[in-house]
């Protein structure tokens, strides 16, 4: 199981991403108040250790700042929350150069959306055929950035054909319960920190606890 420490916006979050080595680290460029400029996120790249994987986050971005950014090694992989469909990624993949960028797709996991997927699975479909193709991974949230909670145990009847990620409100006290579904990976961002910043000491916990289950 992977894990993803997302939201970083400072040097010494690098620093405790670097100590604490996580599969994959995020970067947001949408509006929040983790955002970062391509200057920044530029200069945290350049910070972070080797072997972890860099992740772009982004609302319906225009594709050629995405591309800059991953064809200038800020990040490796793009992570979408609002309104892209099948010709925007495809686009994006097709601008993005020789090797395209890969694509997570945000799905926000509201009770409606958990009514319709029930539905596409009633029907033997899987999540992947109902949704985008080309996308790479998915992640199932509760909304953009909530940092709430939603009914992990909804998941345990879906067919996701591809390998996704888990958000929304994980943290250190049910981080436990997020891995009991079998993500491909754990997405933190606002458990990972205190008081609105990240925690050296518990990203290092979370990412132990990965790395705990993979040796069991």
């Known amino acids: 199981m992977k894990i993803k420490i997302c939201g970083l916006s400072r040097e010494q979050d690098i ?4 100590e604490a080595r996580p599969d994959y680290c ?36 225009p594709i050629e700042d995405i591309t800059a950014l991953y064809r200038g090694g800020v990040i490796d992989i793009a992570q979408l929350h609002g309104n892209e469909d099948e010709a925007y990624i495809a686009h994006l993949k097709e601008a993005s150069g020789d090797t395209p960028i890969q694509v997570i797709q945000v799905i926000k996991y509201r009770e409606e959306e958990s009514q319709r997927m029930t539905r596409i699975n009633t029907n033997n479909n899987s999540l992947c055929h109902s949704l985008t193709h080309s996308i ?31 958000a929304g409100g994980i943290n250190l006290d049910n981080i436990g319960q997020a ?38």
């Open 136 to 166: 790479d991974y998915y992640l199932l949230d509760s909304g953009a950035g909530s940092g709430e909670t939603f009914d992990w145990g909804l998941l345990n009847s879906l067919n996701i054909e591809k390998p996704w990620f888990l």
């Open 179 to 216: 891995m009991a579904v079998n993500p491909f990976g754990i997405d933190v961002s606002s458990g990972a920190e205190t008081d609105g910043v990240k925690d050296r000491e518990k990203i290092l916990q979370l990412v132990a606890a990965i790395r705990k289950e993979k040796t069991v």
């Open 26 to 61: 995020g970067f947001v460029f949408a509006e929040s108040k983790r955002k970062v400029s391509p200057a920044q996120a530029a200069s945290l790249r350049r910070r972070l250790t080797e072997g972890i994987t860099a992740v772009g986050v982004f609302v319906n971005a």
């Open 15 to 18: 620093d405790y991403v670097n």
